[in-house]
């Protein structure tokens, strides 16, 4: 039971150790002249004592977490029937998992089940007696590194450097995570999609003008051509994006320049904070709003006007998700606008220019990366939107850049291609990883473009 608790009792040894250090500090600080002639802070012999005692036991949990599965089921996989470890590689992934099953309560697949139940009891008594040991390994470590800290604590203990030091080492560390992450994220994506251009070339799969990831299983199979042009999906893509990117950028900017610029302090504060609510409404909301009110209202007003307009369009979802990310761009906007210092404005105006002269040719230029940012999260932000297209867009890949026509966009094929029980060897589960990787690419040039246009056009002051 305690090994269920250990990662609450490892920070509370933690928070006790940090209070023993800065008491020892205090204490040896005494003799010698008071806290003055302590090298470091009393705050940092807590530190450091907390760090030694939580850093070396956060590890040996965090590795035993990785390696228990694996030693247990080694050792459970000894006492098996010999049958059973006769079977083959597939058969007997099946009779682990039917255990692991048994261990979490849930139905078994099927036969020996008798065998089954008993190598699921003995593997639970073998965790029991692991997390026993384990933890009195932990907790042992802990005290030990408590006393030994506590010894070793006098005023000349460069505790500040160490505790920098182990910081600084935390920091690094946190950023490969980051990294490695991304790396490991772009290859997995990259890997399965080189499996898929194997099987479907790439330039059918750029070039191609009909989306049918569908493959006929059979020979008289029908409906199941197999075309994987994507060039419908990705036109589909950039024609909602475009639409969403008129709604918000001239709204939300405009907004942003009002709010920073023109209003009041206290309109501002009251403004601001409503304005920033349409971000935190969920997106299957502004998909009900676009399914249930906006695509009938535009399909009314194309009745009305003799237009041929679909239930679903592009408009209705491209209109709605504009909605959705202006906060994104006049949030971002506002505050970097309300950033620039107030001397460069009152230079402006002394030198004769008008208000608008001013946010023209003065604040806006030394905002612009924080706004190129910001349009360029809403832009990203629309393009990986997937529960408004669904609903209000449709899922029917058609080459056309008609917005009152339905279309889909590359997300929304992303999640129908993996959606249920798919096995990654055919072509249509593989298509959603080179979608994947053509929407990584192209959200990397878009930032290339970014940062090509703030400095080509940032004012930088002194």
Partial sequence: MIYSYLPFIILLLGACAYF??????????????????????????????????????????????????MVLTSMIKKGLPAAMLQLSANEFSLVLNDIRNAVAGNSLSGSGDTVILAAAQRYMALQATAGKIASAVILVMMIAAVLIMYSRIHIHLRAR?????LIRISIILCSAVAIFTTIGIVLSVLFEAIRFFKIIPLQDFLL???WSPQTA???????SSGAFGAVPI????????????????????????????????????IAKPLLEILAGIPT???GFFAALTVAPFIRDIGTSLHLEVSSESALAAGLVMGVMIIPFVSSLSEDV?????????DGSLALGATQYETVKNVVVPAALPGIVGGILLAVSRAIGETMIVVMAAGLSANLTFNPLK???????????LLVGDQEFDSPKTLAAFALGLILFFFTLCLNIIAIRVVQKYREQYE
């Fill in 234 to 269: 990705f036109v589909g893509t950039i024609l909602i994006a475009l639409i969403a990117m008129v709604v918000a950028i001239p709204i939300g900017l405009l907004s942003a320049i009002y709010l920073s610029e023109y209003a009041h302090p206290r309109f501002r504060e």
């Fill in 161 to 165: 450097n160490i505790v920098e030091g």
């Fill in 284 to 286: 299957v909301v502004y």
């Fill in 20 to 69: 023993i250090g800065s008491a020892k500090a205090v204490a040896v600080s005494g003799g010698s002249g008071g806290i003055r002639s302590l090298h470091s802070l009393p705050s940092h012999y807590g530190a450091l004592t907390a760090l030694c005692c939580v850093l070396p036991a956060l590890m040996v949990y965090a590795l035993w977490q990785i390696a228990e599965p």
């Fill in 406 to 416: 339905t279309v889909t966009t590359v997300t929304v094929q992303i999640v129908t």
């Fill in 217 to 223: 299983i059979r020979t008289d199979q029908v409906g």
């Fill in 337 to 345: 606008l309300h950033a620039v210092p107030q001397s460069l404005r």
């Fill in 208 to 210: 191609g003008l009909d």
